[in-house]
C-alpha cells in the first residue's frame, strides 16, 4: 500500500498524514483506529508494531518531545529573562550542541520540531547546569520543582554577590524550603539596594 493509498483509506489529509508521519505531530488514538482500519488489523497490532519500530534510543539521537509547551517552558526559565540568544546559543555550540538561533527561539516558543537531538538537550543541561533528564523526562513536577528551586537559590546567591553555595550542600531541601529561603535572600538585598 503506498502512502497515497492509505491516506485515501484512513481518511486523513495529506498535510495532517505528512506531518505525522515526519514527527511534527503526534498520531493520536483515533488516528490509530484509522490506520488499523486501513490495514485490516487491530489498533493493538499497530502499537505493537510501532514501538518494535521506535527509534528514540542512542542510535537516533534524537527523542520526541511529548509536551513542547513545557520544553519551551523550561528553556525559558534556564535562559533566564535577560539572557540574549546570541550568547546562549554560543554557549550551546561550546557545549556541543549544533544549533542556530533561530532554532533556538523556536524551541523557546514551543514551536520547534517535536524531535530534538540529544546532543542539543545535553548541551543546554550542561550549559545550564542542570540534570539532563530535567529536559528529557518533561512529566515530572516533583523533579523539576527541586531543580528550579536550586536555580533559583544559585541564582539569588550570584545576584546579592554571595559565592556559591551547593544547594545539595544544605541538606535534604525541599523546593518549598529553597524557594522560601531564596526569597529572603532577595528580600534583603532589596532592602540593601534601597
Not at 21 to 44: C, E, M, Q, W, Y
Not at 118 to 126: D, G, I, M
Given at each position: 500500500?503506498?502512502?497515497?493509498?492509505?491516506?485515501?483509506?484512513?481518511?486523513?489529509?495529506?498535510?495532517?498524514?505528512?506531518?505525522?508521519?515526519?514527527?511534527?505531530?503526534?498520531?493520536?488514538?483515533?488516528?490509530?483506529?484509522?490506520?488499523?482500519?486501513?490495514?485490516?488489523?487491530?489498533?493493538?497490532?499497530?502499537?505493537?508494531?510501532?514501538?518494535?519500530?521506535?527509534?528514540?534510543?542512542?542510535?537516533?539521537?534524537?527523542?520526541?518531545?511529548?509536551?513542547?509547551?513545557?520544553?519551551?517552558?523550561?528553556?525559558?526559565?534556564?535562559?533566564?529573562?535577560?539572557?540574549?540568544?546570541?550568547?546562549?546559543?554560543?554557549?550551546?555550540?561550546?557545549?556541543?550542541?549544533?544549533?542556530?538561533?533561530?532554532?533556538?527561539?523556536?524551541?523557546?516558543?514551543?514551536s520547534g520540531p517535536r524531535r530534538v537531538a540529544v546532543s542539543l538537550l545535553s548541551a543546554a543541561a550542561e550549559h545550564?547546569?542542570?540534570?539532563?533528564?530535567?529536559?528529557?523526562?518533561?512529566?515530572?513536577?516533583?523533579s523539576a520543582a527541586q531543580v528550579e528551586a536550586e536555580v533559583s537559590f544559585q541564582r539569588a546567591l550570584r545576584d546579592?554577590?554571595?559565592?556559591?553555595?551547593?544547594?545539595?550542600?544544605?541538606?535534604?531541601?525541599?523546593?518549598?524550603?529553597?524557594?522560601?529561603?531564596?526569597?529572603?535572600?532577595?528580600?534583603?538585598?532589596?532592602?540593601?539596594?534601597?
Amino acid at each position: 500500500m503506498t502512502n497515497v493509498e492509505l491516506i485515501r483509506q484512513a481518511d486523513f489529509s495529506p498535510n495532517y498524514f505528512y506531518m505525522r508521519l515526519r514527527g511534527d505531530a503526534l498520531f493520536d488514538t483515533n488516528d490509530i483506529d484509522k490506520l488499523a482500519t486501513a490495514f485490516g488489523v487491530s489498533p493493538a497490532d499497530v502499537i505493537v508494531l510501532a514501538t518494535s519500530l521506535s527509534d528514540d534510543d542512542e542510535e537516533s539521537g534524537t527523542i520526541t518531545i511529548t509536551d513542547s509547551a513545557e520544553l519551551a517552558r523550561r528553556l525559558r526559565f534556564l535562559s533566564g529573562p535577560d539572557a540574549p540568544t546570541e550568547s546562549v546559543v554560543k554557549g550551546l555550540i561550546q557545549a556541543g550542541a549544533e544549533v542556530t538561533a533561530a532554532a533556538w527561539d523556536a524551541l523557546l516558543a514551543g514551536s520547534g520540531p517535536r524531535r530534538v537531538a540529544v546532543s542539543l538537550l545535553s548541551a543546554a543541561a550542561e550549559h545550564f547546569g542542570v540534570d539532563l533528564s530535567y529536559l528529557t523526562e518533561l512529566q515530572g513536577t516533583d523533579s523539576a520543582a527541586q531543580v528550579e528551586a536550586e536555580v533559583s537559590f544559585q541564582r539569588a546567591l550570584r545576584d546579592s554577590g554571595a559565592t556559591a553555595v551547593a544547594a545539595r550542600a544544605l541538606g535534604d531541601v525541599s523546593p518549598g524550603a529553597l524557594i522560601a529561603i531564596t526569597q529572603a535572600i532577595r528580600s534583603i538585598e532589596k532592602g540593601r539596594q534601597e
